[in-house]
Nanobody, 114 residues
Framework: QVQLVESGGGLVQPGGSLRLSCEAS????????MGWYRQAPGKEREVVAA???????IYANSAKGRFTISRENARNMVYLQMNALKPEDTAVYYC????????WGQGTQVTVSS
């Protein structure tokens, strides 16, 4: 059974940084495209970034230049380094396949506030 466990969220001031981690279990993900998604209060979930098995990356316009997605296939891990955070980045962040499948985890809360 596929499990995706996100961690690394927290409260950070505008301009700060956070590194999110996603541990995938239940199968090997090395050949899959994985993504980070977020859902802000009152808004639909949206994709933030995705990474192909070969390391190619895709970013939402809101994430370009500030966020970096990476993966560690040997450990079934996916990361999201977030820099220059803004209050509008406040959301619950999830990892999943890209396109997403019905394997949503609990997510990790990111709050950007002074």
């Amino acid at each position: 059974q596929v499990q995706l466990v996100e961690s690394g969220g927290g409260l950070v001031q505008p301009g700060g940084s956070l590194r999110l981690s996603c541990e995938a279990s239940g199968r090997m993900f090395s050949m899959d495209t994985m993504g980070w998604y977020r859902q802000a209060p009152g808004k639909e979930r949206e994709v933030v970034a995705a990474i192909v098995y070969d390391g190619s990356t895709i970013y939402a316009n809101s994430a370009k230049g500030r966020f970096t997605i990476s993966r560690e296939n040997a450990r079934n891990m996916v990361y999201l380094q977030m820099n220059a955070l803004k209050p509008e980045d406040t959301a619950v962040y999830y990892c999943n396949y890209y396109p997403a499948r019905n394997y949503w985890g609990q997510g990790t809360q990111v709050t950007v506030s002074s």
